[in-house]
């Protein structure tokens, strides 16, 4: 039986999502990460396999035929359904969903999930991060499926659930080809990373700041460059998410400062510098304050590839430099 994770970090990372509300996903450079595409898989690998069950965050999910009607929640999930070719299957997204551009937006909300509302979708599959107000069991008197695909804490469970959405959409080849691309691109990151530097680093959440030690799916990801988090030291670890003091990090002054708080709350290296006690971090001093798109910071589907490709740059001038 595959693991389930928390309630909590389900939570917390659903509201990291808000953090890049209302803004596109895209990045300017070109990257290795499996590109989105509303075109389906060949019908050799898409029409077979079915009745299906899938072991997700609420259980055994059994479904007759392949879904026609899909509707997400959650915008991890719709960005992974795009990239694994189910696109033509999705009815209706989230208001969060913002990529790819082509995705179904609605208002319909993952975080006050409304069961009419949904319902009026027709789906025949409904695909959620959350199990908020216990939309699971809501849906399920009225016979609607539901796949819950919790929050990832881990690179292999972002990978087990790309998988779990593959063969519950009937897209098993495709989404085995997406995942076996992530981990081949993830690998050469991390191997070309210079990990002899020891840099130390702080990753921003927000601006409170609220900071993701090494043990949450972000963290987990800076660890494949060999880097440092100062979060780790915190005195309340809060579940992976610690609120920090300003004086904490001043103290602790780490090499690297990644924001994933500049779409939503436009936060920079100068905005940082006015902060009492940090104009003088060595990060900010040496030009080593990196903004990250939002939107790939909080989620872990596919472009989780493009927000590491963003880190093993930042990491790579860092290292360069010292």
């Not at 990832?152 to 959405?165: F, G, R, S, V």
Request: proline fraction near 7%; include cysteine; glycine fraction near 8%.
């Amino acid at each position: 039986m595959r693991p389930r994770r928390t309630a909590l970090a389900g939570a917390l990372l659903g509201t990291l999502v808000l953090a890049g509300c209302g803004q596109t996903g895209t990045t300017a450079t070109p990257s290795a990460a499996p590109t989105a595409s509303s075109a389906p898989a060949p019908a050799s690998a898409s029409g077979a396999g079915f009745p299906v069950t899938v072991e997700a965050g609420n259980g055994k999910v059994t479904l007759a035929k392949k879904p026609e009607r899909i509707v997400s929640l959650s915008a991890t999930h719709t960005e992974t359904l795009f990239a694994i070719g189910a696109g033509p299957q999705v009815v209706a997204v989230d208001d969060q969903s913002n990529y790819p551009p082509e995705a179904p937006k609605t208002d319909l909300s993952g975080f006050k999930p409304n069961v009419e509302a949904i319902v009026a979708q027709k789906p025949d599959l409904v695909i959620v991060s959350n199990d908020i107000d216990q939309i699971v069991a809501e849906l399920g008197k009225v016979n609607v499926p539901v796949l819950l695909e919790p929050a990832a804490t881990k690179l292999d469970e972002a990978y087990e659930e790309i998988a779990e959405i593959g063969a519950a959409t009937g897209n098993q080849a495709k989404a085995d080809e997406v995942v076996s691309g992530m981990k081949t691109a993830m690998d050469k990151l991390a191997a070309e990373a210079p990990k002899d530097k020891k840099l130390t680093y702080y990753h921003e959440l927000d601006q409170t700041p609220y900071a993701a030690t090494s043990q949450t799916f972000i963290g987990q990801v800076y660890g494949l460059f060999g880097l440092t988090n100062i979060a780790d030291k915190a005195p309340d670890q809060a579940g992976g998410y610690p609120k920090l003091s300003a004086e904490f990090v001043a103290q602790a002054d780490p090499d690297m400062i990644f924001l994933g708080d500049v779409k939503c709350c436009g936060q920079s290296k100068d905005t940082l510098a006015k902060r009492p006690g940090w104009k003088g971090l060595s990060a900010i001093k040496n030009d080593q304050v990196i903004q990250l798109d939002d939107d790939l910071a909080s989620r872990w589907g596919p472009r989780v590839v493009q927000l590491a490709e963003s880190i093993g740059a930042a990491v790579a001038k860092a290292g360069a430099k010292s």
